[in-house]
């Protein structure tokens, strides 16, 4: 079994280090709420850690994932971050979802302490999490990845490599892209059928059987009819992968016209309360403005 480290036990972070424990992995764990580090350490025999610095020295791999650019570089190369704990050969795998270039940053500055780093970004939100199912898209050195792959199956069951530093961001950024697109043109649809007067449950069974169908689509429809948006992935960090999307695409002088309308709808989300909602809330913006509500007859 190996000494792992995991640093960020939000509602992805905290079952992935669960998963890492329940396979008898040593797991040295940070939070920026200590509470939840404490809490898991107790029920899982993991060891607390005050400081990412402190999880990294007893780490040979650590594995973090935080909200967004700014909390990665703080917790990587800050005061007390995972730059003073790490040993040469320490494996850093990022599991965060953040700005490749910021990525690119974190892995030059780690190396210059010996240090190899992963950007491992992963989806399959909350319920992949829990189970243990997430798809992980990592970018970096393969053999690397080959070696913390076997600690790395423990949260996730499929795992592609996609290239060099910043690429397994570059796929995760383009997947989200097509997921919340995806998902706005879902939101118009259903609240336009149902303003029209057609059910709301008929229309799924439409899509689901036509050239439609998604799976996406099928996942989200039944909690907005039951009105149930606890979140599995928030609107407002759904919004942040929008914004680093149309950052990217900007760098790579891709224009991303569609993405750019959908990230307004986000805002537009977050802007009438529904920030720390499921995604699938964002339904909420435009049955506001149709007086509709798209739920079963």
């Known amino acids: 079994m190996a000494k792992l480290g995991f640093l960020g036990l939000g509602i992805m972070g905290y079952p ?78 990022d599991a965060s979802t953040i700005s490749p270039s910021g990525s690119r940053r974190i892995g030059a500055a780690l190396a210059k302490r010996g240090a190899h780093y992963l950007d491992a970004p992963c989806t399959g939100s909350t319920p992949g999490a829990n189970a243990g199912t997430l798809t992980f898209m990592v970018g970096g050195d393969q053999a690397i990845l080959e070696k913390i792959r076997p600690w790395m199956e423990a949260m996730g069951k499929k795992i592609y490599y996609c290239g060099s530093a910043g690429m397994g961001l570059q796929a995760k950024l383009s997947q989200n892209l097509i997921l919340s697109n995806l998902l ?81 709808m986000f805002q537009a989300a977050i802007a009438t309360g529904h920030g720390e909602e499921d995604i699938c809330s964002t339904i909420k913006v435009l049955e506001s403005i149709t007086g509709v509500e798209v739920r079963p007859r």
Not at 247 to 255: A, C, H, M, T
């Open 16 to 93: 992935m280090a669960r998963n890492l424990l329940r396979a008898g992995h040593e797991v040295a764990l940070w939070s920026h709420t200590a509470e939840k580090a404490k809490e898991l350490a107790a029920a899982e025999k993991g060891k607390f850690c005050a400081t990412p610095k402190e999880a990294a020295q007893h780490a040979e791999c650590v594995f973090l994932c935080v909200g967004d650019t700014a909390m990665a570089e703080q917790v990587n190369l800050g005061p007390d971050g995972v730059i003073e704990g790490v040993r040469s050969g320490t494996i850093v795998a």
């Open 184 to 264: 706005q043109g879902f939101n118009e649809g259903m609240v336009l059928a149902t303003k029209a007067g057609v059910d709301p449950q008929l229309m799924l069974e439409i899509l689901t059987n036509s050239a439609a169908k998604s799976g996406l689509i099928d996942f989200k429809a039944p909690y907005v009819f039951r009105r149930d948006f606890s979140p599995q992935f928030s609107v407002k960090w759904m919004d942040k992968d929008i914004g680093l999307m149309l950052e990217s695409g900007k760098e790579l002088n891709v224009p991303l016209p569609l993405t750019g309308l959908t990230r307004q």
